[in-house]
């Protein structure tokens, strides 16, 4: 809590029982929204029955991911290697993702939308100017506030998995890999 949220967790161990304190900025507390656009939802393949995501979606892709937290984006590097990304280039804040674009442009970019006491829309902004696919990750689900620029993007729910994954970047892409 206090690394990704910039809270405060106590934990006290007393004769009666365990005590717990959480602080979390009022910042990254709300009351559900009603906003206009597609609403987050993740089918799932059915029980017993997994469905295969394509080996080789993201052949040729440069991938940007923009990530704070280092298990996370581990996963996440996993993941989408493992859908054939040729290389992915991570960062955990705005301007080390902007050092990235400016190094060598990627074709392709992950974001997650909370970075801790910044988020990921100038990120986003620069890389609708460039052209570059993008899709946003969170973890807050139908709480997510986009800008105005990026209602329409795609965004998937944390945390990240093969064949949620496999199906935002086949609809961003337009493959049609069969996810």
Not at 106 to 113: F, N, Q, R
């Amino acid at each position: 809590m206090p690394y990704d949220l910039g809270g405060a967790a106590r934990i006290d161990y007393l004769p009666a029982g365990v005590r717990a304190s959480f602080r979390i900025p009022a910042r990254h507390v709300s009351q559900p929204k009603n906003f206009a656009g597609p609403a987050i939802k993740f089918p799932r393949s059915a029980v017993g029955h997994p469905q295969a995501a394509p080996h080789r979606m993201l052949a040729g892709h440069h991938l940007l991911l923009v990530e704070d937290s280092l298990i996370i984006a581990l996963d996440a590097e996993d993941i989408v290697g493992r859908l054939g990304a040729e290389t992915v280039s991570t960062a955990a804040n705005v301007e080390a993702a902007l050092d990235i674009i400016d190094a060598a442009r990627p074709t392709v970019a992950v974001l997650d939308i909370n970075l801790g006491d910044s988020n990921s829309f100038p990120i986003a902004d620069k890389l609708l100017e460039l052209d570059v696919p993008f899709l946003f990750a969170t973890g807050y689900g139908e709480q997510a506030q986009l800008p105005e620029d990026h209602r329409g993007r795609i965004v998937v729910q944390k945390p990240y998995t093969l064949e949620n994954l496999a199906r935002a970047i086949d609809e961003l892409l337009g493959t049609h890999a069969g996810v």
